[in-house]
């Protein structure tokens, strides 16, 4: 039998793979750093701005390094700036936004999603189209309705604002993703008697929690940072939430940096409180109906 000839190429070549697949990796890496340092320093300088002093800051400049360390920034901008009431407002208009929404577009989507509705692919299609809508031309028509409607400068007319323009999202991400479920599911509880409302309630929805719990932390933080709709329905300052009130904690307090830094960082707390709660259904969320 001839003895078997070795390639001498393939040992070059295995090492070569190694190199290449080890120069990508430590630049993958080494840009993901940077990228991170990045995106990281304004919120290092923010934070850093925040706990220093007035006296600090005009005496060293606002890109030294820190002599001081103190919350008082903190306390002007929660009392003396408003940030206090801002926050309940804000809450007061996301916390019940987020429920009813999800709520309504659950439902929406259930029945869109598991019966044969009449032109529900039309209803599918009228709710996202007004979603692509730019809001702006919008903003006269908004305002003017809710005067009509009475609930003009009244957390009312945010809170609907609020729903209307969200629901239609919600129900196309849910529908997507209600569908994926097993239709088998569903016949084996109504074979056992079950209704329209216990297959939703016990069946679809402990199903639909991923999806839930992502729509609620992106809904949160959209709704929360809004700034657009509040200024266009509201008016009274104490009525205003933690978005809007950051503008006018710039008009009052105009070289105090330290204040308005500090009155930034409670208006994102939160959205990261939020975020960091339900992080691990944020990034699963990021493929909601794009398995069916």
């Known amino acids: 039998?001839?003895?078997?000839?070795?390639?001498?190429?393939?040992?070059?070549?295995?090492?070569?793979?190694?190199?290449?697949?080890?120069?990508?990796?430590?630049?993958?890496?080494?840009?993901?750093?940077?990228?991170?340092?990045?995106?990281?320093?304004?919120?290092?300088?923010?934070?850093?701005?925040?706990?220093?002093?007035?006296?600090?800051?005009?005496?060293?400049?606002?890109?030294?390094?820190?002599?001081?360390?103190?919350?008082?920034?903190?306390?002007?901008?929660?009392?003396?700036?408003?940030?206090?009431?801002?926050?309940?407002?804000?809450l007061l208009v996301t916390i019940p936004t987020v429920l009813l929404s999800l709520l309504l577009a659950s439902m929406a989507a259930f029945a869109l999603s598991r019966y044969a509705v009449p032109f529900r692919r039309a209803l599918l299609l009228l709710m996202l189209s007004g979603n692509l809508l730019p809001p702006q031309i919008l903003l006269i028509p908004v305002s003017k309705l809710s005067e009509k409607l009475g609930v003009y400068d009244s957390l009312y007319a945010l809170i609907g604002v609020q729903v209307g323009?969200?629901?239609?999202?919600?129900?196309?991400?849910?529908?997507?993703?209600?569908?994926?479920?097993?239709?088998?599911?569903?016949?084996?509880?109504?074979?056992?008697?079950?209704?329209?409302?216990?297959?939703?309630?016990?069946?679809?929805?402990p199903l639909a929690r991923p999806a839930l719990a992502a729509l609620t932390a992106l809904s949160f933080t959209w709704i929360f940072n809004d700034l657009?709709?509040?200024?266009t329905v509201l008016r009274s300052d104490s009525k205003m939430p933690i978005t809007a009130s950051l503008l006018g904690?710039?008009?009052?307090?105009?070289?105090?940096?330290?204040?308005?830094?500090?009155?930034?960082?409670?208006?994102?707390?939160?959205?990261?409180?939020?975020?960091?709660?339900?992080?691990?259904?944020f990034v699963a969320g990021l493929n909601l109906g794009a398995v069916k």
Do not use: C
């Open 1 to 90: 039998m001839a003895p078997s000839t070795a390639n001498p190429a393939a040992p070059a070549a295995s090492r070569s793979a190694r190199r290449r697949k080890m120069w990508g990796t430590v630049a993958f890496h080494g840009s993901a750093s940077l990228l991170s340092v990045l995106w990281l320093v304004p919120i290092a300088v923010v934070l850093i701005t925040a706990t220093r002093s007035f006296d600090d800051i005009a005496a060293h400049g606002l890109g030294s390094m820190p002599h001081t360390f103190t919350l008082g920034g903190f306390r002007s901008a929660w009392t003396d700036g408003g940030q206090q009431q801002a926050l309940i407002n804000s």
């Open 165 to 205: 323009f969200g629901v239609g999202f919600y129900v196309f991400v849910l529908h997507g993703f209600m569908r994926s479920i097993p239709a088998e599911i569903q016949q084996a509880a109504v074979i056992d008697g079950a209704g329209p409302w216990q297959i939703y309630t016990r069946i679809i929805l």
């Open 228 to 231: 657009l709709w509040s200024i």
């Open 249 to 281: 904690l710039q008009g009052q307090y105009v070289s105090q940096w330290n204040v308005i830094a500090a009155g930034s960082v409670i208006a994102a707390a939160p959205t990261v409180i939020v975020f960091l709660r339900f992080q691990r259904h």
